[in-house]
């Protein structure tokens, strides 16, 4: 049972405009959100995160937002550029037995074309 | 800058030999995961560990067993590799958890395993 979709295996965006990168997750116990980025043949970077208290975090060109009543999440990257071609992985963190766990998404692979 | 070493960047092994992939971090972090990457599959936690001999499963352990003698280490053990243990390989660390305000996971660069 996937509990963070990422439905969009890839994405394909212009130079310069808005890339919106998708999220949808099942737990209602998932209390925060992250994105990464990865390069491939390097391991995951931390882009951004939010909290479920919160609907939107802006970090520069990165704006994550969450619908808590849809359990959907987005990043916004604005404006696109070619070196954020990359892989984003989507993960929520929960509480288990005492213990924090992130569970990923499948990914989305966004290329920004010159 | 948190720094998470894995030993072994590519390795190739024949079916039903051992594997041992080393993660090592410098910052203190009292977590440490193990998870594979597959195309189309995303990042999957196969073990992790909140503290020095302590482990437990993630969701995919069969075929894995992990040992942290020391905070700083934290390793993977495949006893006898299989051609579906192919895959990324990847460790991460962290302090404490997100919501008591710590660092989020920091991964290292991964260790790419080829059975064959």
């Known amino acids: 049972d996937q509990q963070v979709k990422q439905n969009s295996p890839s994405l394909s965006v212009q130079e310069g405009r808005i890339s919106i990168l998708n999220c949808d997750y099942t737990n209602s116990m998932f209390d925060y959100f992250l994105w990464y980025k990865k390069y491939p043949a390097e391991g995951p970077t931390f882009l951004i995160s939010i909290s479920s208290i919160k609907d939107k975090n802006e970090d520069g060109r990165f704006t994550v937002f969450l619908n808590k009543s849809a359990k959907h999440l987005s990043l916004h990257i604005v404006p696109s550029q070619p070196g954020d071609s990359a892989v984003y992985f989507c993960a929520a963190s929960v509480l288990q037995g005492g213990s924090e766990k992130l569970v990923f998404g499948k990914g989305t692979k966004l290329t920004v074309n010159p | 800058d948190v720094k998470v070493t894995q030993s072994s960047r590519y390795l190739v092994k024949r079916t039903g030999e051992k594997v041992f992939l080393e993660c090592v971090q410098d910052?203190?972090?009292?977590?440490m995961f193990w998870y594979r990457q597959d195309p189309g599959l995303g990042l999957r936690l196969i073990y992790f560990s909140y503290d020095v001999k302590m482990k437990e499963k993630g969701d995919i352990p069969e075929g894995y067993s992990v040992s942290r003698e020391k905070k700083e280490r934290f390793s993977l053990i495949l006893e006898s590799t299989s051609t579906n243990q192919t895959s990324m390989y990847l460790c991460?660390?962290?302090?404490?958890?997100?919501?008591?305000?710590?660092?989020?996971?920091?991964f290292g660069a991964g260790s790419r395993l080829t059975v064959l």
């Open positions: 991460a660390s962290s302090f404490l958890a997100l919501r008591y305000g710590a660092n989020v996971l920091t």
């Open positions: 910052m203190d972090h009292e977590n």
